[in-house]
């Protein structure tokens, strides 16, 4: 294991091992960004030591997201949804067109 991977593999298990920095104010675009961060980095290194710090980085800053969203989910439902039927109606629209333009 090399000395970047150790070190990247100890800053993610010093982040999960302290329950007191999950107490800090709302930081949940933070946690986010963090989130998206690890899974960038992990994706980016071959170390499989360093992927692994990077995957549980990923989880745990997304297991703070999403209990910082547990308390505005119905607002957060509200606001998504929509968003999500809309993406599928229109995936939906372009596969009939494909399969369409594919029959002709």
């Known amino acids: 294991m ?3 991977g150790r070190f990247i593999l100890a800053s993610a298990l010093a982040l999960l091992a302290s329950p007191a920095l999950a107490q800090e104010p709302d930081t949940s ?7 998206t961060w690890a ?4 994706g980016s290194v ?3 030591t ?3 710090a990077f995957q549980l980085a990923l989880s ?6 999403i209990t910082a969203l547990q308390a505005e989910m119905e607002a957060v439902d509200a606001e998504c949804r929509p968003r999500m039927i ?3 109606n229109r995936m939906t629209k ?8 594919g029959s002709e």
């Open 2 to 4: 090399t000395m970047r």
């Open 29 to 35: 675009a933070s946690d986010l960004r963090c989130a």
């Open 39 to 42: 899974a960038v980095m992990g």
């Open 46 to 48: 071959e170390d499989p």
């Open 50 to 52: 360093a992927q692994q």
């Open 60 to 65: 745990w800053f997304t297991g703070r997201y």
């Open 86 to 88: 809309d993406y599928g």
């Open 94 to 101: 372009w596969g009939a067109d494909l399969q369409q333009e």
